[in-house]
């Protein structure tokens, strides 16, 4: 289990890909929202929760065709399923390696975007909070996604289309938090919120997708 | 003898293995004195402080931020017509200098920006394109990144870098026409007229130059070792074929 | 223990290939099967594998005892010989790669990337997977597509050495390894297009 | 150390910034050509040629 | 070349691919916008003609990969290039296919979702018109970026990163129209210029994307 | 008019491969490749094809006269047997299909999309493509993979045809087609280590 977490994390620095990309994709997304609203900062502030967190969304959604397309494409996945792990572990082990190389850096840079999109002063911790709450879950239920759709070729769309659904109540709740704490409000009961959802989710969703890889390597 | 003599590698290693050491004193000497004479031998600005020994900083990383996309332009134009390896790896050499540069100048100014505008960040135009410059900085050093065979990188990457310099302006002139901008506004002191009589004006030129040269030393030395992964690439290459 | 296998029937996306296939691997024992392009003989092997379920029948005593090597190594490209062999050999709970690198001559190669291997080194890399995963039964799939004559002689050593450690194998390939070994030949057990044991039966 | 007044914080930590980064560049830059001298002269060491 | 057109609607719309998830992608975005910056109907109201723009050009952005990579995987572009159609022709008419499968759903679509997210009613026709000035742009750009990361594997988020920054003009002028409008400004300078663009780009942009392909096919 | 191949080097990812090839190709003519795997020969027609740029030398009379067919047949499974040929008609302006459709016996399969096709099917109908091009040279890189004894046959009496109306035909293949043709074996044109034509030449 460790040497696959290890290995993941190995793939994605090395190997011009995966790493990196995914924080430049929030990047972009961040900053084409005011060319896309206009430039009034007060209009940013009051927006800005929201397009981090959803730029946050799509980055660890575009990169989520990676994390079993790859292993499904060299057959390292077959390979991975007559070994001792059991699948469900593996599936775990691998969105806890896509959080690492793609949820935690959006959550570390999530505050510099914050300035860009000027950001209430009060709502850098509780946004960071809640990103770093919030996105484990995102990575679970994309890796989720990603069982579902292993074996469709250029499945990435359809993935999102199957994902995206399931984010919304991470993202009602993460955002709410965000946006409350830039408004000077208590966040506590969204964030309590989130928390539970992500906990249930990895509890109960690598069993899910487990299920969901087994009907699709046969 | 011509200046492309310079475009055979070896040559080049040559020339450059002599200047380098040049290069790096001067440009270190220069760095620090003007750094110095800067930050501890000019006055305040009477209305922006301390603030102002920033400017050392911010203006030479922002001339070179938008210079070493301009030689990384001429080089690409040099590779695509000539197809002169060195210029090919030199443009790659300097991109990620140039992000560097940018992004010093976009920390020094945004840290700028909190004392005199009240705020870290705003969409001026000024600002904005240097984001949008980083942005093409980072496509490109992706680019090229992710192409396993050097000279089909080097193609494409050069004509992204085309592409990317008409888009840029483009974009530009795009910025000016979306927002009205602070960064040239009245919270400057070092208007042309005033121009802080030579007091803040040396010190900076000496950090200009310190920076132009610590650019050519870093270009020179990162296109060698380019050219070095070159020949070993090429050195490997005929060992597999052989055994 | 003896990999058993009664009346198999086994099929690829509902439509069955083989029916009726029955064998007994003992240890020491080696099985290969042959057949024409499409027979079904790579079907068989997952199913024998647990990769997908039997239409119909059983397989019994392969639990946890297979190490599987398809057409495609798994081979990560970005990382060297020895991080390959070593990842998977940790997967297995193994810790020595030592061994498998000497027999399938790769110690010259342990700091190459795989994507930086021919064709025939990669696959190999892939043979030597088999021997770092400690499991008795290694079923293997053509295992000695695009290997050059030294190196298929490689192979075959390391399967007699595994025999001879008590081990077993089963493998579809079409041609001669010199290992003493029963022939199946998968052709005889075509399944007919009324055995339709699959899903789709209730709407037959 | 001359009196940065108020605006010490400012003025400090964008000189430290632009120092890390000026570094990093140069450290990295002279790491990794390091680096590839050494792989290209046992290479060529190897291939037996000096070239 | 008109083969060519047509059949590459005739796979848009067959095979449960490309046609269609664009468009959903589009709906999931907008729909997702109110979650995240939260239900005031004055703020979407402001937001909504930037929002739609973002929306449509990130639904565009993830349908380029498909654009080049299936024919290159199928070695159907090996074949194209060394037919008698020129390289430039064959993606011009391939960035119009894109457009008609994906760009031009989403200008009529368009207007529906403005309706989801308050769009003032001043800015309807200049929203639907900008879009369909700008879409073009945007199909042909992608297929520039298509054409440089044709040969790299899963090369959808480097794709992104090498466009989106191509992006800012047209978006820039495309939603200052739409917000103009919608603001009951007079748009007709940005629609000018976005005009501008997208007419240089069409002109211009196959002979860079065809020099760029024939570098990546050897 | 001539296909005239000069002295030419080609070369894979910058590294030459073969080297001093040189042949002329007439009309009625067939010429086939042989060499062991990796010796360079899809390397080789991919050059004279126009896909990828020779390192040195020159092919000659090429420009619009050739049909490729590589490894990959570039069909699309989402379209009938008759629109994937139809639409590589109209692509090189041709109308009648029918011909081709009937020299490799697809007549039964023209309303079937090309995806529910045997891997043999699929490569009749890659080949019947080249029927539809109307062109006179036809470069084929082992055009018979994956295809039973009838279908090369069938492949063979169209190659004969092709070339009786005044085509030719460079092919790499690995059988024997019972084609009048001369024979190039390109395992004696292998390109040696000095002789880096290539783009790293500088950097030797
Ligand atoms: C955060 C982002 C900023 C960026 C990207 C930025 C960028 C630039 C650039 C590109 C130049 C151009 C040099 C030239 O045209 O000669 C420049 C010059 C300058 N900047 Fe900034 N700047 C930023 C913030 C600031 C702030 C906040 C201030 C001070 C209040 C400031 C003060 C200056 C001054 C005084 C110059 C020299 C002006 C001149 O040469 O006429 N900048 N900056
Ligand atoms: N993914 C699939 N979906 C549906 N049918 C399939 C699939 N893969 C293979 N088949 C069909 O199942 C049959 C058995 O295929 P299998 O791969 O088991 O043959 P094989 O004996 O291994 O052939 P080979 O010698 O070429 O490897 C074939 O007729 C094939 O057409
Ligand atoms: N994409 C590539 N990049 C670098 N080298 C390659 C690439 N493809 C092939 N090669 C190398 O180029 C050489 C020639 O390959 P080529 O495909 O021309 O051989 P071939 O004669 O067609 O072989 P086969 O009979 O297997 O088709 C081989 O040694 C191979 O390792
Ligand atoms: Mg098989
Ligand atoms: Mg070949």
Not at chain 3, 80 to 108: C, K, M, R, Y
């Amino acid at each position: 289990m460790r040497a696959l977490f290890f290995r993941d994390l190995a793939l994605a620095l090395r190997a011009g890909g995966g790493f990196g990309l995914g924080l430049a994709f929030f990047l972009i997304v961040v900053v084409l929202v005011p060319f896309s609203v206009g430039p009034q900062s007060a209009l940013l502030t009051q927006i800005a929760p929201g397009v981090l967190w959803l730029g946050a969304l799509l980055a660890c959604l575009l990169s989520l065709d990676r994390l079993l397309a790859v292993d499904w494409e060299d057959g390292a996945l077959d390979l991975l399923a007559t070994s001792p792990l059991p699948l469900e572990g593996i599936l775990a082990v691998k969105a806890a390696a896509h959080w690492v190389t793609t949820g935690l850096p959006l959550v570390l840079a999530a505050p510099v975007l914050g300035v860009l999109l000027n950001l209430a002063p009060g709502g850098y911790g509780v946004l960071v909070l809640s990103l770093a709450l919030g996105t484990p879950a995102l990575s679970m239920i994309g890796a989720f996604g990603a069982a579902l759709t292993v074996g469709i070729k250029r499945g990435g769309l359809l993935l999102s289309l199957l994902v995206l659904p399931l984010y919304v109540p991470t993202l009602i709740f993460g955002a709410e938090a965000a946006r409350r704490a830039a408004q000077g409000l208590d966040p506590a009961t969204p964030l309590l919120l989130l928390a539970g959802i992500t906990l249930a989710v990895l509890a109960a969703m690598p069993f899910a997708a487990g299920l969901v890889l087994r009907v699709n390597l046969r | 003898m011509s200046l492309w003599e310079y475009a055979n590698p070896v040559k080049f290693l040559a020339l450059s293995e002599r200047v380098m050491p040049w290069l790096w004193v001067s440009s270190a000497v220069c760095l620090v004195v003007g750094l110095i004479w800067g930050f501890f031998f000019t006055p305040d600005d009477f209305r922006q402080g301390s603030t102002v020994k920033i400017i050392y900083l911010h203006v030479p990383a922002a001339l070179m931020a938008i210079n070493a996309w301009f030689m990384m332009l001429v080089a690409s134009l040099i590779w695509i017509v000539r197809r002169h390896h060195v210029s090919a790896l030199a443009a790659k050499a300097a991109a990620p200098v140039g992000i560097v540069m940018t992004l010093i100048a976009l920390v020094t100014g945004a840290i700028w920006g909190q004392p005199m505008w009240g705020t870290w960040w705003a969409w001026d135009p000024r600002l904005t394109s240097f984001l949008i410059l980083f942005l093409f900085y980072l496509g490109y050093v992706a680019l090229w990144e992710a192409i396993e065979d050097p000279d089909t990188a080097a193609d494409l990457t050069s004509i992204l870098c085309l592409v990317g310099t008409v888009f840029a302006v483009l974009s530009r002139y795009a910025v000016l026409f979306w927002n009205q901008g602070l960064h040239q506004g009245a919270s400057l002191s070092l208007d042309k007229e005033e121009n802080v009589a030579d007091v803040f004006y040396f010190p900076l030129l000496v950090c200009i130059g310190g920076f132009v040269l610590l650019f050519l030393a870093l270009v020179l030395y990162r296109t060698g070792t380019e050219i070095r992964v070159r020949r070993t690439r090429a050195l490997m290459a005929r060992e597999a074929k052989l055994a | 223990m003896e990999l058993k296998v009664t009346d198999l029937a086994v099929g690829r996306g509902g439509v069955p290939v083989l029916a009726g296939v029955s064998f007994a691997l003992g240890a020491g024992r080696a099985l290969v099967l042959r057949g024409p392009n499409g027979s079904g003989k790579t079907t068989l092997l997952r199913t024998v594998a647990g990769l997908q379920a039997p239409m119909a029948g059983s397989v019994a005593g392969a639990e946890d005892r297979i190490a599987y090597a398809a057409h495609a190594d798994g081979l990560k490209a970005a990382l060297t010989v020895s991080e390959n062999l070593q990842f998977w050999a940790s997967v297995f709970g193994q810790s020595d790669i030592a061994p498998a690198l000497a027999a399938f001559d790769l110690e010259g190669l342990v700091d190459r990337r795989a994507g930086q291997l021919s064709a025939g080194q990669k696959r190999r890399l892939g043979l030597a997977r088999l021997m770092v995963t400690g499991r008795d039964v290694w079923v293997l799939d053509e295992p000695t597509v695009s290997l050059d004559a030294a190196s298929v002689a490689l192979f075959a050593d390391a399967v007699r050495a595994h025999l001879a450690r008590g081990g077993a194998a089963l493998m579809a390939t079409h041609i001669e390894l010199g290992i003493e070994a029963d022939v199946l030949d998968v052709s005889g057990y075509r399944a007919a297009a009324t055995e339709m044991a699959s899903a789709d039966e209730a709407f037959l | 150390m001359p009196d940065l007044g108020k605006y010490a914080d400012a003025v400090l930590s964008a000189y430290a910034v632009s120092i890390v980064l000026l570094v990093a560049i140069v450290g990295l830059s002279l790491w990794r050509g390091r680096k590839v001298r050494a792989e290209m002269e046992n290479v060529e060491r190897r291939s037996g040629r000096d070239g």
